[in-house]
Every structure is written in C-alpha cells, then in structure tokens.
C-alpha cells in the first residue's frame, strides 16, 4: 500500500519533478569574513521553491578551498528550509558541492517519455523503443550532485576546477571570475569519473531585472563544454543522466542531476 501511494503522489506531482534543482547564495562575490545565506531550490528558470525534506535526504554539503575542506551537513540539517548560513573566513575563490540522497519517483509512459526527451537522456528512450516498454510506467530513483562557485576577496585561486567525486560532475574548466563578457567558458563532464561526450546541457542565464533564458548545447568528444558567456548575471549549467538497473525490485531506473552555478 505504501509504495501504491507513493506512486499515486509522484504521479500527481509529475510537474514538480522534472525541475532543475540548484544552489544559491544570496551572494557570489563577498568579502572576507562575510556570511551568505545559502539556500537549496528546485524549480525551473532560475525560479524555485525550496528544496523540501532536507534533513531526511540531504548526502552531504561542503566547501572546497585551498585551506581544505569544511563539511556543512551537520550544520545544513538543523532546518528542512531555513537559509544555511555561511561564513568565509579566507580569501580565495571557493567551491560548494552538495549530493543528496536518492529519492523515488514513478511517472506515467507518456510523462516519463516527454520528461526523457526534454532532457536529452536518449539512451534510456531508445532502450525502451528497442525492449518495447514506450508504454510502461517508470519506476526511477534520482540523486541530486551540484556544485555553486564563490570569490572571496580578489586573490582567485583553482579551487573552482575540483572534482568532488560525485557520480555526475561539472567541472568548471575556467574561473569565471577571471573572465569577462562575451568570452568562452569551459566546463567538462563526468559521469563516475569518466568524460561524457555528446552529451546534453542546458545553460541558463539570468539578471535580478531580466527574464531567464537558456540554451541546449552538447559537450564534444572529449565531454567539454564550450559556452560563450555573452551577460552579465547569474548563470547556471545542467544536464541529467540515467541508467538501467537490472533486477532491482523497487526501480527500473537510476538518474544523477548535475548542476553548477556562478556569476558573472
């Protein structure tokens, strides 16, 4: 009866699902000794609602610098939606990691056909075309991997470029601290530490005044992502990526939500 239910919630909230989820600081740029409020959204073009039930699925949260690590999760699972508020001490240009842990969903065939195509994850389409399961319902877990960069100070350092070690990562090729309007950015894409190559990405760009827009764009053989950073404002990169799973009785399907944001 309890996953029946499950199924029926997920079903009916099909809509709330298929979002990005990302990290926000209330600032990018910040003196040191200042403190951000961090908040953790799911939603879509840059507007979202807070991430619900973070104490019951939250992995972990860190901060990467050159002075370490500094882990937040005991701190970030105080609250289920509070701001997480955070104080940099040391100057230097700061990576935040955040993985959840997995959740469930189950969608209808048409739902989760159009939620496959949306977002670019052809293999799985392709694979239920071929076994003839374009008609059956989805059983999915999905985990959430992403990653906000910050400057503190003006002294920048490579910090921004880390792999954190989570199943999807973005990893940011450049510090977009150092880069100006109208140059290149470049991103490179993992999955389980491996590059993905023509793989799907959403780039979304806003301002505090702008309407959000965004763009697909696909990674090259080498899984690297080259995007032209033509705005000033907030910026954010995307992708999801699925797998099977073969005789798991609770899901058919595994997915990973990679996500990294910063401003320009």
Not at 79 to 96: A, Q, R
Not at 133 to 144: G, H, L, M
Not at 179 to 189: A, D, P, S, T
Request: contains cysteine; glycine residues 6%.
């Amino acid at each position: 009866m309890r996953k029946k239910l499950t199924l029926i919630f997920a079903l009916f909230f099909t809509g709330l699902f298929a979002h990005e989820f990302w990290l926000m600081p209330s600032k990018f740029r910040l003196a040191v000794n200042e403190t951000i409020d961090l908040r953790l959204y799911v939603g879509e073009d840059f507007t979202g609602e807070i991430w619900a039930n973070r104490i019951k699925r939250l992995l972990n949260l860190k901060i990467h610098s050159k002075s370490g690590i500094r882990d937040l999760t005991n701190q970030a699972i105080q609250s289920d939606s509070l701001p997480i508020p955070v104080k940099f001490t040391t100057e230097g240009t700061h990576l935040l990691s955040m993985a959840s842990k997995n959740s469930f969903i189950g969608l209808e065939a048409d739902k989760f056909n159009d939620y496959l195509e949306e977002d670019g994850i052809e293999n799985i389409y392709e694979l239920r075309k071929k076994n003839g399961q374009i008609n059956k319902a989805s059983r999915e877990f999905y985990s959430r991997c992403a990653k906000s960069i910050v400057q503190v100070g003006n002294k920048t350092d490579d910090s921004y470029k880390k792999n954190t070690g989570m199943p999807l990562e973005i990893i940011a090729l450049k510090n977009p601290y150092l880069l100006k309007v109208g140059q290149e950015m470049q991103v490179k894409v993992l999955y389980k530490n491996q590059p993905f190559a023509n793989k799907m990405i959403l780039a979304w760009h806003k301002t505090d005044t702008q309407k959000t827009t965004h763009q697909k764009l696909r990674t090259d053989k080498n899984g690297v992502l080259t995007l032209i950073l033509d705005k000033n404002g907030y910026w954010m990169i995307s992708t999801v990526h699925m797998i099977e799973l073969k005789n798991n009785p609770e899901a058919d399907y595994q997915s990973y939500w990679g996500n990294l944001t910063f401003e320009l």
